[in-house]
């Protein structure tokens, strides 16, 4: 009778063994969306405040496209917000880490004004833009849809898009789709697993 309690602790122990063991064992399960490209990222090239900003300037970090722009009133804000709480959970993992703003807006967004908005978030975020032909064709390559449409007098014009983010790996490949509203927490484990 003496013992049972300890055969009991010993199978207990076991068991728990057993199943974290097996949780280590299961490949991590994303909470973005897995592509698997054989093929380079598209490279393209716009201006930032600092110059010419293309993609492959980040090769060997994981870059995060995401477009918008600096007068969208909800869905860009709370992403970059996001962004910028997932790179403060990296701590000294978000220094291999490049989040790119693509702003869909020309005419209203300026490289400088680019600057100052996304570096309200996060001061290692690049703000990039080119003329309406250049971001059009950029969007189109990675598949982001946009439309301006009439706001309010107050606002001027609004524009509607994609609100997911694009990562690019290490080594250039477009390998994850981030969707709007995922939080800080899950888009750090992804860009963490992405790191290893």
Not at 38 to 47: N, W
Request: with cysteine; proline share 8%; aromatic share 10%.
């Amino acid at each position: 009778m003496k013992r049972l309690p300890i055969i009991l602790a010993v199978t207990t122990a076991l068991l728990a063994g057993v199943w974290f063991g097996a949780r280590a064992l299961r490949p991590y399960s994303f909470h973005g969306t897995i592509i698997q490209s054989p093929e380079p990222a598209p490279d393209f090239t716009l201006q930032s405040a600092s110059g010419p900003v293309s993609p492959s300037d980040f090769r060997g970090k994981v870059t995060v496209l995401f477009f918008g722009y600096t007068f969208c009133p909800d869905v860009c804000p709370t992403t970059l917000a996001d962004l910028a709480g997932a790179m403060r959970i990296l701590g000294d993992e978000a220094d291999e880490v490049q989040v790119v703003f693509v702003s869909v807006d020309p005419d209203r967004d300026t490289p400088e004004r680019l600057a100052e908005y996304v570096g309200s978030f996060d001061p290692r975020f690049v703000g990039v833009t080119g003329n309406e032909d250049e971001v059009a064709a950029v969007a189109a390559v990675y598949g982001i849809f946009y439309e301006k449409h009439e706001g309010t007098p107050a606002s001027g014009y609004l524009i509607d898009h994609t609100a997911s983010a694009m990562v690019i790996d290490r080594e250039g490949r477009l390998k994850l789709v981030l969707p709007f509203g995922i939080g800080p927490q899950d888009i750090a484990a992804d860009l963490h697993e992405l790191l290893k």
